[in-house]
């Protein structure tokens, strides 16, 4: 599978705190990418580190096969960011922020901007010091995706919307992605939304990657497992990839990751014990995961 | 059954364990056994299930994928995918199906059934006396 985003090794430090950690990621193309961590966990960084806004201290990122911190400016057309605070002359009116915009790129979706601006009610006479903190990331989204890229990078792209404009603004990913194949990949804290939207999710705590791969994976290889056994549950984790677990006498709860149906009869053998397995939705992996 | 209440019949919450993938081919499995969709009926459109729902269409071409692969669909060149006729699927796979569907109802049944101390015959008893009354 071809990968639009690479990296290998990658570590970043602020100062004395370290705030990448040696992180190995490859980004399929065509996919939409949910990155998913606590606060200052790192996911800006990462971001910044992928678009070539930051260098890395040690380890490697591309985009496009090319070295982020050395884009050419083909590349650069080709991708679309939004910042978790976007930044615009004041001054503009709407529309003469996206004539501004436009000189900048080669190509340039007319219908498109005219489309988004009307349904998110966005009037191009007004002026951008007189909007909303949400319309203003509505109209950062505008900019964004008006070049048509390959590649679409949000950071935290729903915060500031109220949940009728984030569902819209889902939709308009979906369609994004099932027109033009193109990649995008945006940072939340709300797991929600990942969680309809994502086909693939990363996910972050402390500069050090968590998880990578596909949700629907995820979601099969982690289970809770409670056991009640006929003797003494030991202190420690019997499962040889455990998130958490927590034993009480003949009692124990787990949550396992990919632990094989044949593990699991040993187990139950050993203990003598039933066992029973249960999913957990993203937001319990997250809490289990990010701890 | 016409493209518009087959969505409507499916209920997908993106927010469950069970991956979406899954309940999508769980949902149509269910629709295509139990006959409500009948040999030819045409499946939404990949693209038509992601806008209505607003999730990932790779989601649902892999749904799609699976309930080809099981035979109870099939891909059609220009016309999506259709319900597949009868005699595709063999009896004992068909079986197979539909004793998957009610597989995790069991399991809750007889985990239920051990915390009440309750025995096999004891269940095998009421389940055959509630089977007979909703015949």
Known sequence: MESIIELKGASKRFADKTVLHNIDLNLPKGRVIGLLGPNGAGKTTLMQVMLGMLNLDSGESKLFSQNSWQLDAMAKAKIGYVPQQPAFFEWMSIEQSIQ???????SWDHNRVEALLD????????????????????????????HQPELLILDEPVASLDPLARREFIQELIKLNLAQETTILFSTHIVSDLERVA?????????????????????????????????QMPETSPFSSTLSYK??????????????????????????????AQDLDLEQIYMEIAQ | MTIDSILMQLNLDPHSGTPIYRQLVEQLTHLITAKQLKTGDKLPSVRKIAEQFSINPMTISKAFGQLESQGLVIRERGKGMTVAAREQQNERDYLATRLALIQPNIEQLAMQAKQLDLTQEDILTALAKQMSKTV
């Open chain 1, 100 to 106: 501004y915009q436009k000189s900048f790129y080669p």
């Open chain 1, 199 to 231: 086909s693939d999710v990363v996910i972050i705590n402390q500069g050090q990657l968590k998880y990578s791969g596909a949700l629907d994976v995820l979601k099969e290889q982690v289970k809770k497992i409670t056991i009640k056994a006929s003797e």
């Open chain 1, 119 to 146: 349904m998110w009610q966005l009037n191009g006479k007004e002026k951008i010091k007189n909007i909303s903190l949400g319309q203003k990331q509505r109209l950062a989204i505008v900019h964004a995706l008006a």
């Open chain 1, 247 to 276: 034993a009480q006498g003949v009692f124990a709860n787990a949550v396992v990751q990919g632990a094989a149906d044949l593990e699991l009869d040993k187990i139950k053998a050993q203990f003598n014990a039933e066992l029973h």
